[in-house]
């Protein structure tokens, strides 16, 4: 007999009854306990698509979902980076400020130092890696708040992009292979020869994952379950990529956004040091005295998160083909933060997916997008933007509600 009873295991891990009530008496019992996951996203996302369709058609034609997915790319990638500092139930407001400066430096570098474009895009990175450490380190080292350090660095590093880009303000982009990240589209086969492997890669995964849960004797969740999830993921996919075909192909910017996201989803899920995250972001006390190195795994995700938001301002200006003095500032910083909070990681730590920076991001997205088909002011689109992130906030305090009261938050 096991003496773990329902309560006290994972509800995402308890066997549904068998037939359709098992499966409905089962999701129900999970949105009762806060297990909200995706879905509050996803049906926002869904409405907000079946309302821009109704009033425009061509939000859904092939060549406007090819350009959001474009338009997003940028932001979703800085918004990776804030799920990550989330986790930890800390925050970054100098995400935008790290995005603008990493970009300042490659640019630099690439046009007027005449540095090949690769060591410029690693220059960029480093930039944003170095930033990330040195701010982890000293909210660790110093117990100085993330949102005190962070707003200090956000004025530091836009006084630094000043300070790179000089007297003229604004520098333009020409190299072919910087420029190709955001311009370079996949033809139709490469595209689903490209399908092909992220689909195998991710069943895979999948695959393994339960096979070491079994080896060590952990709880699995059901088979329906992990069978459901993996035919919507890859019907998305396959879905996706169809509408990429019918105009320009498989954008490089978005496959790289991606398999950015996938490979985050891929180390907090499946790597020791995912799972130390978690546990930091849930209970840092708790997780110092089960051994975990904290200070080690905050300065790491810092630094992760400040060098995806290098590598979102690299996107951005790739695709504006130039850097200026108001790179990364503006709504980009709002924006990301909001798509992390909107696409489902919590507020309060511990809890959230790399995936959230794609179902976020696409929200937000989708709104400036479809407003602009409409021909919305800038005011409007401002408006509802913040109304959609204030209800996701809402649903995921009352989801921590349900948590809680079922003993599990």
Same mark, same amino acid.
């Given at each position: ?23 409905? =008496? ?38 406007? $979902? @090819? ?21 930890? #139930? ?30 410029? $895009? ?6 944003? =890696? ?49 420029? #190709? ?6 033809? @139709? ?19 393994? &994952? ?42 490089? =910017? @978005?496959?790289?956004?991606? #398999?950015?996201?996938?490979?985050? &989803? ?8 995912? !799972? ?28 992760? *998160? ?36 909107? *696409? ?17 991001? $696409? ?9 602009? $088909? ?11 933007? *913040? +109304? ?5 906030? +809402? ?5 921590? !509600? #349900? ?7």
């Amino acid at each position: 007999m096991s003496s773990v009873n329902q309560s006290a295991i994972d509800p995402r891990l308890i066997q549904d009854a068998p037939g359709l009530a098992g499966a409905w =008496a089962g999701f129900r019992r999970r949105v009762s306990q806060g297990e909200l996951g995706s879905l509050p996203v996803i049906i926002g996302l869904s409405a907000i698509w079946i309302i821009f369709y109704m009033a425009n058609e061509r939000f859904l034609s092939a060549i406007n $979902l @090819t350009n959001l997915m474009l338009q997003i790319s940028a932001m979703g990638m800085i918004s990776a980076g804030i799920v990550l500092i989330l986790l930890l #139930g800390e925050t970054d407001l100098s995400a935008g400020a790290v995005s603008g400066l990493a970009a300042a430096v490659m640019t630099i570098l690439n046009v007027k130092m005449h540095v090949p474009a690769v060591p410029a $895009l690693l220059a960029g990175l480093a930039t944003g =890696a170095a930033i990330g450490a040195f701010q982890g380190t000293w909210v660790t080292r110093f117990k100085v708040p993330s949102f005190v350090v962070t707003l200090a660095g956000s004025l530091a590093w836009q006084g630094a992009l000043f300070s790179v880009l000089g007297s003229t303000g604004s520098v333009n982009l020409y190299d072919p292979v910087i420029t #190709g990240l955001t311009s370079t589209f996949f033809s @139709t086969p490469v595209s689903w020869a490209i399908v092909a492997v992220i689909i195998g890669t991710y069943v895979g995964s999948v695959f393994l &994952e339960r096979r070491r849960r079994a080896a060590l004797g952990l709880v699995q969740a059901p088979l329906r379950n992990v069978a459901i999830r993996m035919i919507i993921i890859c019907g998305a996919v396959v879905t996706a990529v169809s509408i990429f075909t019918q105009d320009r192909g498989l954008p490089l =910017a @978005t496959l790289i956004f991606a #398999g950015v996201v996938v490979a985050l &989803e891929l180390l907090l899920r499946n790597t020791r040091f995912g !799972r130390h995250v978690f546990a930091v972001g849930g209970n840092a006390e708790a997780a110092r005295r089960a051994g975990i190195r904290v200070e080690f795994i905050r300065i790491t995700i810092f630094a992760m *998160g400040s060098t995806l938001a290098a590598a979102g301002g690299m996107l951005a200006a790739s695709r504006l083909l130039a850097v200026n003095q108001s790179s990364g500032s503006g709504d980009v910083l709002l924006n990301s933060i909001g798509a992390a909070v909107i *696409g489902g990681t919590s507020l309060f730590g511990g809890r959230g997916s790399a995936w959230s920076a794609i179902l976020g991001a $696409l929200v937000i997205g989708s709104i400036a997008n479809g407003m602009d $088909l409409l021909a919305f002011s800038s005011s409007v689109k401002f408006m509802v933007t *913040g +109304s959609v992130l204030l209800v996701a906030a +809402s649903v995921d305090a009352v989801s921590r !509600r #349900g948590r809680q009261a079922a003993g599990r938050a």
